[in-house]
């Protein structure tokens, strides 16, 4: 995982946000492929193996289905604003099986949620078992969640995109607040963040 990425990991657990202490056992260039990450809140530890993360109790991430064909490519590409390079993004579910293709046209990083993409430089995934972006507030220039996604995870997602972000969802899941929609049709919409809070309030215990 890209080192600017893996430095805005934080906490799965509910309490107070608290970023990751990481320890790098290998790198390669500007990738963590092996090391250790810790909180020091509730002394949680992830592992980081082949560049993929992996909190405690997560369970092996489901394989997509589908292919990279191009027009499903160009398509996303368009809808989630990526003319430029640079920043990360966040995919789930069916959408994983475009991510090495984005990341190799775009020239953007990859963060694959609980799925199992096609692979390819670029693209890491999260296997995380609480329905969380285990990520900070204003992590990804833009995100793309399939209908399988939860509600707690879009709320989320939400939370860690950047103002201006733009968020592509599959129906049923309908736009949360903080969210302007810009488009939609039989199958999907796309929206983009705006300035001020989510409404995303973690709850924590004394």
């Known amino acids: 995982m890209q080192l600017e990425v ?3 990991l934080r906490c799965p657990r509910a309490h107070v946000a608290t970023s990751l202490i990481m320890v790098a056992e290998r790198t390669v260039e500007r990738e963590l492929v092996t090391g250790l990450a810790g909180c020091m809140s509730c002394h949680l530890e992830a592992s980081v193996r082949e560049g993929d993360v992996f909190f ?3 369970v092996a991430a489901a394989a997509t289905s589908g292919h990279a064909n191009p027009e499903a490519l ?3 590409v368009a809808l989630l604003g990526l003319a430029e390079p640079g920043g990360a993004i966040l995919l789930t579910g069916r959408y994983a099986s475009l991510a090495a293709a984005v990341a190799s046209q775009v020239d953007v990083y990859v963060v694959v949620l609980n799925a199992e ?3 390819g430089g670029g693209v ?3 296997h995380v078992a609480e329905p969380v972006v285990p ?3 204003n992590t990804f220039r833009a995100a793309a969640l399939d209908h399988e996604t939860s509600m707690p995870v879009l709320l989320e997602t939400v939370r860690a995109l950047q103002v201006g972000g733009r968020l592509l969802v599959e129906l049923p899941l309908e736009r949360p607040f903080g969210i302007r929609e810009l488009a939609r049709d039989a199958t999907e919409w796309v929206g983009e963040r705006e300035a001020g809070p989510t409404g995303v309030v973690r ?4």
């Open 74 to 76: 160009d398509r996303l």
């Open 135 to 137: 990520f900070s507030d």
């Open 124 to 126: 890491s995934v999260v």
């Open 6 to 8: 893996v430095e805005r």
């Open 117 to 119: 993409p096609v692979r």
């Open 203 to 206: 709850i924590t215990r004394r």
């Open 56 to 58: 405690p109790g997560a």
